[in-house]
């Protein structure tokens, strides 16, 4: 298990959120984005050191999913959802997809922390302290971090990532 760390780069030339690894090296940075069909305050990038970028974005709600949301994925050009399920976004955070065949899950455990399930394996988690990841692609990686950012806009918890990544509401 490899512990990852969140930097938040307060500086004139950089502002945001860099991820690096144990040995302190970079392995990737947080950005504000857009994808069309995606609330343009809830969209977020993570740009790979190697260059691999995913992007994640709260999709726009209609009148009938005011309940449950949906999340677009966007790496390499195509789109995969991920959905809360209804009745159980009541009381945690749940949002279950594929991507590229592979179906993950994202949940909330009873200590306040983000785990991600690839099948029926834990291979990663989060909180606000410590990243947690078990042999993952750089894909996984990206997922995991952005869907924090959507798991603390569940929480309500938001505010401190739109002052972050120095956005203006």
């Not at 069309?36 to 709600?61: A, P």
């Not at 449950?68 to 195509?78: H, L, N, R, S």
């Not at 590229?100 to 909180?127: A, C, Q, W």
């Not at 078990?134 to 309500?156: C, H, Q, V, W």
Request: proline share 1%; with cysteine.
């Amino acid at each position: 298990m490899q512990q990852l760390y969140a930097k938040v780069i307060d500086e004139e030339q950089h502002q945001g959120v860099t991820i690096v690894d144990s040995n302190n090296n970079v392995v990737g940075d947080v950005f504000a984005t857009t994808i069309s069909g995606c609330d343009e305050k809830n969209t977020y990038g993570f740009q790979h050191v190697n260059g691999t970028e995913i992007l994640l974005g709260l999709q726009i709600r209609r009148f009938k999913d005011l309940n449950v949301a949906k999340y677009t994925v966007e790496y390499t050009g195509k789109r995969f959802t991920f959905k809360e399920r209804k009745l159980h976004n009541f009381m945690n955070f749940r949002a279950d997809g594929t991507v590229l065949e592979t179906p993950y899950v994202f949940k909330d455990d009873k200590e306040v922390t983000l785990t991600m399930h690839r099948g029926d394996d834990l291979i990663g988690s989060m909180n606000d302290h410590k990243i947690f990841v078990d042999n993952i692609s750089d894909i996984e990686a990206g997922m995991l971090i952005l869907m924090y950012f959507m798991y603390k806009l569940y929480k309500r918890e938001d505010y401190h990532v739109a002052r972050i990544l120095h956005r203006n509401w």
